[in-house]
């Protein structure tokens, strides 16, 4: 069962003990990501979340990745549009110790100059990787035109110019807005006892905003933009993203969207993967996704294929498309993404890490928690006219094009 404590200055921590494993994943859960910077800051949450590796008051960034390897532990982060995530797994005997060095980052992290300097190169390489790849490339450039006013469409990592000019300053400024109490759920899962919960209360439950003067970021619903980008550099394939808006992640209709996506593009025996892939052989990868923020979401269907081929398949795709939109889903199909769905969210949830993973970002975005039993309820009782009703409303939306082209 989910559990749920406020300290006394509103840091939330949600925890599910697991008494049958032997490990315990703690998450710090910061509601702040690419989405609040300003157009100077575009990157500093991410730069943020690689510095607070790179040393405390007490520990440099050697010492930090040695003492988790002596206790046999995972430390990792990850930062998104809306929030960033430092966490940490390790056998439950060993949680106290994490949970103290994972304070320490939090709190005390020096931001060295001459470390800043050297992760500013890193990041730099990252994004040079990221323009390396094509089916990346494509998903970047379908965001940035699909939601060219709002930060929301912006890359995670940021812009070359302004990670070069970021400053300890800077970081100051950004991290009193966005990682005061406030911001700040810490997620527990695995096998813990209420001692841990209370040496995170002693840690985390009494401090206070560094600068209380600094008021919320301003909430505003991203515009949608519809038209084609097309850029050209000296690859093999030919990659092509369609963009739609879609639901944001507290819609009532979210699990409609789920089986939407497995039935058009999500599994192997969808219809883009069958009518694409295996019956054509068009092409290795094609497949949708869809991802849902607080204020918008996207529903996204990517393809790689040959330059030769290229045609074919975005007639292809375009095809599948009109099929579905004028025949409708079969109760097969909706069986098949139903079980699917069930079946892939059950055995996502096995792990310690999986559970932190569900529960701190429901509480950070949603705000509540669902058990298994009720999940899986709501998933079946989806009725197939409603599944078909969203997908239609979705593909017959603006849509935005992206393409990387190979180099005539």
């Known amino acids: 069962m989910i559990q749920k404590y406020i300290c006394s200055n ?39 979340e690689h510095m607070l590796f790179k040393g405390t008051e007490s520990r440099n960034a050697r010492m930090i990745a040695e003492q988790f390897d002596q206790i046999g532990g ?15 797994t390790v056998l439950s005997h060993h949680a106290s110790y994490a949970l103290t060095i994972l304070s320490d ?10 470390e800043m300097e050297k992760e500013k190169s890193v990041i730099l390489d990252e994004i040079s990787s990221v323009e390396d790849m094509p089916d990346e490339d494509v998903d970047e450039r379908l965001w940035a035109a699909m939601f060219p006013d709002d930060s929301i469409g912006k890359p995670v990592g940021g812009r070359s110019e302004t990670i070069k000019r970021f400053t300890k300053e800077m970081v100051d400024e950004f991290m009193a807005r966005n990682y005061g109490p406030d911001k700040l759920v810490i997620s527990i899962a695995g096998n813990y006892d209420v001692r841990l919960i209370k040496l995170i209360e002693a840690h985390f439950g009494t401090y206070q905003s560094k600068n209380s003067t600094i008021g919320p970021n301003e909430m505003h619903l991203p515009n949608f ?24 992640a507290t819609h009532d209709r979210i699990y409609e969207l789920s089986l939407f996506d497995s039935i058009l593009g999500g599994t192997m ?71 699917q769905l069930k079946g892939s969210f059950v055995l996502g949830l096995e792990n310690s890490e999986s559970r932190m993973y569900r529960n701190g970002r429901n509480e950070l975005v949603i705000g509540m928690h669902q058990t298994i039993e009720q999940v899986v309820e709501r998933i079946e009782l989806v009725e197939k006219r409603s599944v078909y009703r969203l997908g239609q409303q979705v593909l017959t939306s603006a849509r935005f094009t992206s393409i990387v082209d190979p180099e005539k």
Not at 42 to 47: L, P, Q, S, V
Not at 74 to 88: G, Q, R, V
Not at 291 to 306: D, H, K, P
Request: aromatic share 14%; charged share 25%; net charge negative.
């Open 10 to 48: 509103g840091v939330r921590i949600v925890h599910e003990k697991m008494p049958y494993v032997k490990s315990v994943a703690v998450g710090l859960w910061v509601h702040a990501g690419s989405a609040d910077e300003t157009a100077e800051q575009e990157g500093i949450a991410h730069f943020i």
């Open 74 to 88: 995972d430390l990792n982060a990850f930062t998104s549009k809306e929030m960033t995530c430092y966490y940490t």
């Open 105 to 114: 980052m939090f709190f005390h992290s020096v931001f060295d100059e001459e």
């Open 225 to 248: 933009a519809a038209k084609q980008t097309i850029k050209t550099k000296d690859i093999e394939q030919a990659h092509i993203a369609f963009g739609y808006p879609s639901l944001p």
């Open 269 to 339: 025996s969808s219809r883009l993967f069958q009518e694409v892939r295996e019956n054509r052989g068009l092409a290795y990868s094609v497949y949708t996704y869809y991802s849902a923020y607080e204020n918008a979401g996207g529903f996204v269907i990517y393809c790689g294929t040959s330059p030769e081929n290229f045609q074919e398949t975005y007639q292809t795709i375009e095809q599948v498309i009109a099929e579905l939109l004028h025949d409708g889903l079969t109760d097969k199909e909706l069986r098949n993404a139903k079980e």
